[in-house]
């Protein structure tokens, strides 16, 4: 039974959401059968961990339908009314958080029912939420258009049967049509910045209706006062015409103006829409950018924009060490390791700390250090144990193991060999490039100056690989010795 959709699913939440739930299967507005509500009785403790050991589906029928026999029809049917109160449950939790959407749907029942006197109290206080909400992204628009739309049906059903009546005072099509313009535009232009990422990544055959039209349209406004076309807008020149950092400079002032007028998860994506911009142009030798990596980091970090359920993901705690060591701030990435290690989760947490904490010692050229950390550590992560034994590889030779570094890299062409099924053809072919070349850089003598330029000249015109560069740099020292 643990195994049971509906038990997974409330799995996910909390005791305070339990609570909630429970609330809800007893109101008889959802729930008018009490079946239902002795089957969740009987789940909740074991949810709440008050209770442990399997689940019978006849423990549930023996309290459900004490004295009967179990039925399996009748059990899956109850079954399956409590999974549709579960996704009840869930959608009013979200129309709940929306005071906007709910005001709206006030407005617009009191302007079906033709409720009058509950005219100007619900204007009101629609209009005094809409002046409180705090997002300012392309949603808050479409719900002023609602709330104008309902506003107008409502204010001329009013004017109608109103003794004072006063000519198109109510007459707010100009506030429907620029609310309904705004959330149209910057939906539109949200979603043309993403097909134009994923076209970088894939081949895709999609177009967008009349996006030529709503650039020129924008090109000629004033679109710096709505936050959700600025921000999405100039997100799209990053993205399109991203030879010009002009773009992202920009963008860069508009994140700080209007960030917090956007809801956590949009502010997030608008983020990381400039990170992938940052990082494209850090990739491509503008250094530069990873300083515009690492002030992005450092505030998304204090913006609370990078810790999901008190938990960072082992992928980004690497990215920014990464790029706080390639600045050499090596003080602000020992102390982020320090600060955000135990926000890992515990079965990465031993193994991404000594990996990130080697990679920072790499940097600082302590290379006893690297090998101390990454000597004895396993890795889960599969991008965490190719990082690894690259940096051994890097560390041996800057310490002149030779003998361990031999062992290393072949040990190393094995593993990719057995990994086919999890490193990506292109990866791996990528990784045994550097390999192949490594190997030659300690089969070449520095006495041999036309055979180590010309590897040098096959390096350069070989694909990119791991460090390539640090590659190229260790050819180079040994042509001018």
């Excluded at 507005?29 to 969740?40: A, D, M, S, T, V």
């Excluded at 104008?148 to 009546?165: I, Y």
């Excluded at 539109?188 to 999609?206: A, C, E, G, P, Q």
């Amino acid at each position: 039974m643990k195994r049971s959709k509906i038990y997974t699913a409330l799995e996910y939440l909390s005791v305070y959401e339990l609570n909630s739930f429970y609330k809800f299967v007893n109101s008889p507005y959802f729930n008018q059968n009490e079946r239902i509500l002795k089957y969740f009785n009987y789940l909740l403790p074991f949810l709440k961990g008050k209770k442990r050991g399997d689940i019978s589906k006849y423990d549930i029928w023996d309290k459900i339908e004490p004295g009967t026999r179990y039925d399996d029809d009748k059990f899956r049917k109850y079954t399956s009314d409590l999974l549709r109160l579960f996704e009840r449950f869930l959608a009013q939790q979200i129309y709940e958080q929306n005071n906007l959407n709910i005001a709206n749907n006030l407005l617009e029942n009191i302007s079906k029912k033709k409720i009058l006197k509950l005219y100007n109290s619900v204007l009101s206080t629609a209009e005094r939420l809409s002046k409180r909400h705090i997002d300012r992204n392309s949603d808050y628009y479409y719900y002023q258009y609602g709330f104008e739309k309902n506003k107008f049906n409502l204010t001329s059903e009013f004017e109608k049967k109103s003794k004072k009546k006063k000519k198109f005072n109510w007459l707010n099509i100009a506030e429907m049509g620029e609310n309904l313009d705004v959330f149209y535009i910057a939906e539109k232009l949200k979603l043309y910045s993403t097909l134009l990422s994923w076209k970088r990544v894939y081949k895709l055959d999609i177009e967008l209706n009349f996006i030529e039209e709503i650039i020129g349209f924008v090109d000629r406004i004033e679109y710096e006062n709505y936050p959700p076309i600025a921000i999405w807008y100039q997100i799209y020149l990053t993205t399109f015409d991203n030879e010009n950092i002009d773009h992202y400079y920009k963008l860069k002032i508009l994140i700080d103006r209007y960030i917090s007028s956007f809801p956590k998860e949009e502010a997030q994506d608008i983020y990381e829409s400039a990170l992938n911009y940052c990082i494209r142009k850090a990739n491509t030798g503008h250094f530069e950018f990873y300083h515009e990596l690492l002030t992005l980091y450092q505030d998304l970090l204090q913006n609370d924009m990078l810790i999901e359920d008190n938990h960072i993901s082992p992928t980004r705690f690497r990215n920014i060490v990464f790029v706080a060591t390639k600045v050499e701030d090596f003080e602000w990435a020992e102390q982020f390791i320090d600060k955000f290690k135990n926000k890992l989760d515990e079965i990465y947490r031993e193994s991404a700390v000594a990996y990130n904490l080697a990679r920072l010692y790499f940097f600082k050229e302590d290379f006893y250090k690297v090998i101390e950390y990454l000597r004895d550590v396993e890795f889960d992560d599969v991008v965490y144990e190719l990082g690894s034994k690259n940096m051994l590889i890097k560390t041996y030779y800057e310490l002149e193991e030779i003998t361990p570094l031999f062992s290393l890299l072949d040990s190393f062409n094995v593993f990719l060999n057995r990994q086919k099924r999890t490193i990506p053809d292109n990866r791996r072919k990528n990784y045994k490039l550097l390999i192949k070349y490594v190997k030659k850089l300690l089969n070449s003598s520095y006495m041999d100056k036309i055979g180590l330029k010309k590897i040098k000249n096959e390096i350069e015109q070989a694909g990119n690989f791991p460090d390539k560069r640090w590659v190229l740099e260790k050819f180079e020292e040994m042509v001018k010795r």
